[in-house]
């Protein structure tokens, strides 16, 4: 186990960072320059991670820049425990205490890629892989044969939204996840939202009407619609809750209450044919997330969506109708408000938040049919299905 | 009316830098450093804003500095135009481009402020209003005397949804605009949300029990509640839609249906009191909008949000109840999907998914009452009254 930890006082500090960089003359070997980074970190906010046994097993030093801005100043971690976690954990404690200060920007400086060098190479994809985009590699800013690569980081202080663009058209039996994580940079913790329409072309939940011989009870709910596709809703439908034709709000198989059963022929793969929801839009989102760990060996949380309509409101939002690695609900029940007011009922449906707030940078005309959410504090995990409310307790049957 | 379009002709590039710097002795006085941005812009990707007249008014050059990253290589606007809205139109011309290649981050280097400069003063003033945030002043990058200032831009490809912290508890009478701009960075066009419970405190809706009276239908209503908190919920009432003691889903006498009219104790100001909705929320919304352009001269969208719970679905999600300067609904009704097919009643309730979103770094429990969601492509205007359903329309009254 790795303990990382605030060093407070000077000569600890300094201490600290001689003994780490000793060990790593690949990269502190300059003895000039090292003798600058063990006097300068004194004075500087460090972190030390420390083994078990009490040895410091590496240790990094973070400088402000303004007010709105930090840098890595130093970081080294002993030869014997890279790759497993120590920068991370370093990194994470720095990066922290930067947001905690303000900081919106984090910077380091490392040796560039026009010098060649395995060590700093490594380096460099440390911290790629932390968020770390190479800003410029800076000619002249250190001596000559030292080319000075900057990498920047935006700071998180909220949650990102971003579409996954460039998808092709989705057909039965694609890999969805491959499609997706090869146009979007994954990040462990990220929340892939992905809309219901292509997990079910995917997963081949189309129906083609030509196949269909709509009953006499489809033909009386269609109004102007094709009874063809009123027959597939009903098929789909366990109850039905209200209806003025066409309209036709239904439970569905799964317990969802929406229009048309979820059937929809809209971006379907063809005139003539409709689009069912998934058969277990739970079981979609965990094979879409264990398909991205194989991937990419990054643990995300998956949020699949629709577009309902509610009660005594205009217009849809998008919920979530399946998920996994995800709470779907923040209970906040017994938690005390800052006058000491006991909270009471107040369960908050974060899955279906999530679900509206990246239907934001989806769109229905333009094939964006999944985004990325970063930041999102909530984890957990849970199923869609949590989000329907059990009869006993509805009161709107 | 200022145009701004790309240059393509290399030696167009070249002649109107040329012609710009000319005029700017005080940016680019240095002979040498004019001739190697004149040969360098012939090469870079280029925009000129023009006037009516046909003359230049400025030019931006983009440099990019690996797949991820772009540098603002040169840019000037003829000095009479200053202050006119040209940099910003040829900055966003720039930014766009950026965006379209892949490029995460903005770079761009200026004088730096530990050689005091007047007019250098003004340009980075210029691109911290813009979203730069200084980065480092770079000893040494360029020659002595010339401290090189780094600024850099996140550039975006999604929505950031940014809490607003550190706010104090609200009273009667604060300027909650004010409270608010001094603890958040707003930028035109964000879009501002405001936690109901905030803003009926500063507009002093709150009722204290002490003074209350209940009628023997509160009475009925209650069962486990004070009847005194159900009288003030029957006032806020215009119309019972269902009742189990004490759960209470009524319509407001703003047409909003939800539970208990929007009463709540919960972060009310003390015991014994119990917090309304706003007498026109979307009048509250407009005034906030109108106080923020005041404060900072920038144009935002204000959402006021509260918690509604949802029929057939577990869990709050926050909406709009009051907004100003959106469009709550985006309505795609007649547009054709990528097969052809039109959508017949497709309607995004856009401000209730902004609203959800913004919930997700707002807390209940830790007086984050605000959040500014940066990025969302909709705009427009209406009020959140257009997201309630007309009762003619309505299947669930």
């Known amino acids: 186990m790795i303990r990382v930890e605030a060093v407070d006082a000077a ?3 300094s201490e600290i960072a001689r003994e780490i960089m000793r060990g790593l003359p690949e990269w502190f070997g300059i003895a000039d320059a090292t003798a600058h980074y063990v006097a300068a970190v004194s004075e500087l906010p460090t972190w030390a991670a420390w083994t078990d046994s009490g040895a410091p097993a590496g240790f990094v030093s973070l400088k402000t820049q303004g007010p709105r801005a930090a840098e890595v100043f130093a970081m080294g971690v002993r030869r014997e425990l890279h790759r497993r976690g120590v920068g991370s954990a370093l990194l994470a404690a720095a990066e922290e205490h930067a947001v905690r200060c303000g900081a919106e920007y984090l910077q380091v400086k490392t040796l560039g890629p026009s010098r060649p060098s395995r060590g700093y190479e490594a380096t460099r994809r440390f911290y790629v892989a932390r968020g770390f985009v190479p800003l410029e590699e800076l000619d002249g800013l250190w001596e000559h044969d030292n080319p000075c690569l900057m990498l920047v980081k935006r700071l998180r202080h909220g949650i990102e939204i971003h579409p996954v663009t460039g998808l092709p058209e989705v057909h039965e039996g694609d890999d969805l996840a491959a499609l997706i994580v090869e146009r979007a940079g994954i990040e462990n913790g990220d929340v892939l939202v992905v809309a219901q329409k292509v997990v079910s072309k995917a997963e081949c939940r189309v129906v083609r009407l030509a196949d269909v011989e709509p009953t006499q009870r489809a033909r009386e709910l269609s109004g102007d619609r094709d009874p063809r596709q009123t027959e597939v809703m009903l098929r789909e439908t366990a109850r039905v809750v209200r209806s003025r034709p066409p309209l036709l709000i239904a439970e569905t198989r799964h317990g969802f209450v929406c229009a048309s059963a979820g059937v929809d022929a809209s971006n379907a793969p063809g005139p003539e044919t409709v689009v069912l929801l998934p058969v277990d839009p739970d079981a979609s989102a965990r094979r879409l997330r264990d398909r991205v760990a194989e991937l990419t060996g990054r643990t995300v949380a998956v949020v699949v969506t629709d577009s309902f309509g509610r009660a005594w409101r205009q217009g849809t939002t998008d919920v979530a109708i399946g998920l996994a690695g995800l709470a779907p609900l923040h209970n906040l029940h017994g ?57 006993e307790r509805d009161l709107f049957r």
């Open 11 to 13: 000569e600890d500090r």
């Open 335 to 391: 938690e005390r408000d800052l006058v000491g007011y006991e909270l009471h009922a107040t369960t908050i449906a974060v899955a279906d938040e999530v679900a509206g707030a990246a239907e934001l940078v989806m769109g229905k005309l333009n094939r964006i049919p999944a985004a990325v959410v970063r930041g999102l504090p909530h984890r957990g995990d849970g199923t869609a299905l949590e989000l329907v409310m059990p009869a």
